[in-house]
């Protein structure tokens, strides 16, 4: 169901896997009232480039950087 003007909507993420230079994230968009969910993406990967656009390591060696 489409999101009116008005509603308020929640945004949830969760950590699908991550590599040396990117993090794969999956993201659901809901109706907080309802929990009828509006969208979802299966699928956001994020790559740290350095200045020159390049790949580059991000530092996160373990998922519990993201339970916290």
Same mark, same amino acid.
């Given at each position: /169901? !489409?999101? $009116?003007?008005?509603?308020?909507?929640?945004?949830?993420? $969760?950590?699908?896997?991550?590599?040396?230079?990117?993090?794969?994230?999956?993201? /659901?968009?809901? #109706?907080?009232?309802?929990? /009828?969910?509006?969208?979802?993406?299966? $699928?956001?990967?994020?790559?740290?480039?350095?200045? #020159?656009?390049? !790949?580059?390591?991000?530092?996160?060696?373990?998922?519990? /950087?993201?339970?916290?």
């Amino acid at each position: /169901a !489409p999101a $009116k003007r008005g509603d308020i909507v929640e945004i949830g993420c $969760k950590l699908v896997e991550f590599g040396r230079t990117s993090i794969t994230v999956s993201c /659901a968009i809901r #109706n907080k009232t309802t929990r /009828a969910e509006i969208v979802s993406v299966d $699928k956001i990967v994020m790559v740290l480039l350095d200045d #020159n656009g390049v !790949p580059k390591a991000h530092g996160i060696t373990t998922q519990t /950087a993201f339970e916290e």
